[in-house]
């Protein structure tokens, strides 16, 4: 079975930085995307940040310029650096992978349990 852990959740100060990480676990031929993805208390899951296997980058709006994506493809992990947090950043933020078991077969969609981040101001 694969699976996606986060970690690096916690409770920060407003203004403060926290780094996710993400690792992919599981028999895994190859992992497309990547991204983090965040739902607060009453609100729909949002998007926050993608990654694609080379690299390419896009953000959510509301974290472009504070949070910044990354991967590390030898490993199976994203991590996401968040700075600049204020309290609505507080959510639950969830990691995302398409990965296949095998070269030439259709991508399968992985969701992690998610991490929860408390901004406090």
């Known amino acids: 079975q694969v699976e996606l852990v986060e970690s690096g959740g916690g409770s920060v100060q407003a203004g403060g930085s926290l780094r996710l990480s993400c690792a992919a676990s599981g028999t895994i031929f190859s992992i497309n995307a990547m991204g983090w993805y965040r739902q607060a208390p009453g609100r729909q899951r949002d998007l926050v940040a993608t990654i694609t296997s080379g690299g390419s980058t896009n953000y959510a709006s509301s974290v472009k310029g504070r949070f910044t994506i990354s991967r590390d493809n030898a490993k199976n992990k994203v991590y996401l650096q968040m700075n600049s947090l204020n309290p609505e950043d507080t959510a639950v933020y969830y990691c995302?992978?398409?990965?296949?078991?095998?070269?030439?077969?259709?991508?399968?969609?992985?969701w992690g349990q998610g991490t929860l981040v408390t901004v406090s101001s």
């Open positions: 995302n992978a398409w990965y296949r078991k095998r070269i030439s077969v259709p991508w399968l969609e992985v």
